[in-house]
């Protein structure tokens, strides 16, 4: 989805970088902070909550390492929500294609 909305953003002639964090234990520390110093903004994207989660990792990391940057969460907000499958839940949370792109376009702005 990450991928897709990057496209979408290149179509639009945003400059964007997709990082994979398939794992956050250990966290890579140094992608994180790179992306940081390059860009001076980073989107978070994962299908969990936004508290605890990926963004907040990233939140820590560069708090500790001084790197100012904005940083931005899409994910489940810290509500119930309903149970469903992920292509139906995707669209409403915002964390499909289409979904990432307008948050991006929005948070670029």
Not at 10 to 17: I, T
Not at 72 to 77: A, L, N, R, T
């Amino acid at each position: 989805n990450s991928l897709q909305a990057a496209k979408q953003l290149a179509e639009d002639g945003m400059s964007v970088a997709v990082i994979d964090m398939h794992t956050i234990k250990p966290i890579d520390r140094e992608a994180i902070i790179n992306a940081a110093r390059t860009t001076g903004s980073i989107i978070t994207v994962e299908d969990h909550n936004v508290l605890g989660g990926l963004g907040s990792i990233v939140a820590d990391v560069l708090m500790e390492a001084g790197v100012p940057a904005r940083l931005k969460k899409i994910g489940i907000p810290d509500k119930f929500v309903p149970f469903g499958y992920p292509d139906e839940l995707y669209p409403v949370y915002g964390f499909d294609g289409p979904g990432i792109a307008a948050t991006a376009r929005q948070f670029m702005q």
